[in-house]
Protein backbone atom coordinates (compact mmCIF):
# COMPACT_ATOMS: atom_id res chain seq x y z
CA UNK A 1 0.00 0.00 0.00
CA UNK A 2 1.71 3.04 -1.28
CA UNK A 3 0.68 6.57 0.67
CA UNK A 4 -0.38 9.04 -1.79
CA UNK A 5 0.57 13.05 -1.10
CA UNK A 6 -2.41 15.35 -2.01
CA UNK A 7 -1.76 19.19 -1.95
CA UNK A 8 -3.93 21.25 0.40
CA UNK A 9 -4.23 24.48 0.64
CA UNK A 10 -2.21 26.58 3.32
CA UNK A 11 -4.52 28.18 5.49
CA UNK A 12 -3.39 32.17 5.84
CA UNK A 13 -4.72 35.13 6.87
CA UNK A 14 -3.40 36.52 2.90
CA UNK A 15 -7.05 37.06 2.09
CA UNK A 16 -8.30 38.88 5.22
CA UNK A 17 -9.00 42.61 4.74
CA UNK A 18 -7.85 45.17 7.66
CA UNK A 19 -9.50 48.85 7.65
CA UNK A 20 -6.73 51.65 8.25
CA UNK A 21 -7.30 55.27 7.79
CA UNK A 22 -10.40 54.43 5.67
CA UNK A 23 -8.61 52.41 3.22
CA UNK A 24 -8.80 48.46 3.09
CA UNK A 25 -5.26 46.67 2.91
CA UNK A 26 -4.29 42.84 2.26
CA UNK A 27 -3.26 41.50 5.80
CA UNK A 28 -0.13 39.22 5.36
CA UNK A 29 1.71 37.68 8.22
CA UNK A 30 4.41 40.24 7.78
CA UNK A 31 1.92 43.53 7.69
CA UNK A 32 1.29 43.93 11.01
CA UNK A 33 3.52 46.73 12.68
CA UNK A 34 6.00 45.35 15.10
CA UNK A 35 5.56 48.92 17.37
CA UNK A 36 2.50 50.73 18.43
CA UNK A 37 1.94 54.45 18.98
CA UNK A 38 3.30 55.90 22.43
CA UNK A 39 6.00 53.22 22.67
CA UNK A 40 9.76 54.14 23.41
CA UNK A 41 12.21 53.14 20.93
CA UNK A 42 15.62 53.43 19.94
CA UNK A 43 17.55 53.61 17.00
CA UNK A 44 21.09 55.43 15.58
CA UNK A 45 20.50 58.78 16.49
CA UNK A 46 19.10 58.43 19.55
CA UNK A 47 15.63 57.27 21.52
CA UNK A 48 12.40 58.56 21.18
CA UNK A 49 8.49 57.97 21.38
CA UNK A 50 6.62 56.75 18.23
CA UNK A 51 3.46 58.90 17.44
CA UNK A 52 2.50 57.77 14.88
CA UNK A 53 2.66 55.29 11.41
CA UNK A 54 1.51 53.63 8.81
CA UNK A 55 1.71 51.72 5.91
CA UNK A 56 3.97 52.69 2.75
CA UNK A 57 5.46 50.58 -0.26
CA UNK A 58 5.04 47.61 1.36
CA UNK A 59 6.86 48.67 4.89
CA UNK A 60 5.86 50.63 8.05
CA UNK A 61 6.67 53.53 8.60
CA UNK A 62 6.95 55.48 11.45
CA UNK A 63 6.86 59.25 13.01
CA UNK A 64 9.24 58.76 15.92
CA UNK A 65 9.62 62.53 18.34
CA UNK A 66 13.00 62.13 19.73
CA UNK A 67 13.63 62.36 23.57
CA UNK A 68 13.88 66.09 25.17
CA UNK A 69 17.73 66.75 25.98
CA UNK A 70 18.31 69.50 28.93
CA UNK A 71 16.97 72.49 28.45
CA UNK A 72 19.14 75.09 27.13
CA UNK A 73 20.07 78.37 28.35
CA UNK A 74 18.06 80.37 25.90
CA UNK A 75 15.17 78.32 26.71
CA UNK A 76 12.66 76.39 24.09
CA UNK A 77 10.50 77.56 21.37
CA UNK A 78 8.59 74.62 20.38
CA UNK A 79 8.88 70.41 20.56
CA UNK A 80 12.15 68.88 19.47
CA UNK A 81 13.37 66.96 16.52
CA UNK A 82 10.43 64.32 14.83
CA UNK A 83 11.87 62.02 12.23
CA UNK A 84 10.27 59.53 9.75
CA UNK A 85 12.12 55.96 10.09
CA UNK A 86 11.07 52.64 8.67
CA UNK A 87 10.40 49.96 10.75
CA UNK A 88 13.94 47.97 10.45
CA UNK A 89 15.86 50.98 11.98
CA UNK A 90 13.87 50.78 15.22
CA UNK A 91 14.89 48.81 18.22
CA UNK A 92 13.41 47.97 21.73
CA UNK A 93 16.77 47.88 23.19
CA UNK A 94 19.53 50.66 23.15
CA UNK A 95 21.52 47.45 21.93
CA UNK A 96 21.76 47.81 18.28
CA UNK A 97 21.89 44.61 16.64
CA UNK A 98 24.22 43.67 13.75
CA UNK A 99 22.41 42.49 10.84
Not at 1 to 14: E, F, G, K, N, Y
Not at 36 to 49: C, I, L, P, R
Not at 53 to 82: A, F, L
Request: net charge negative; proline share 8%; with cysteine.
Amino acid sequence: MRAQLVAQPQSSITGAIAAYSGQLLPLTSRSLPRFSSDQTVYFAGGKGTIKNYHPESGIWIYTIEMDMGPEPDMGRIGSETTILLPEADIRTSPTLQRC
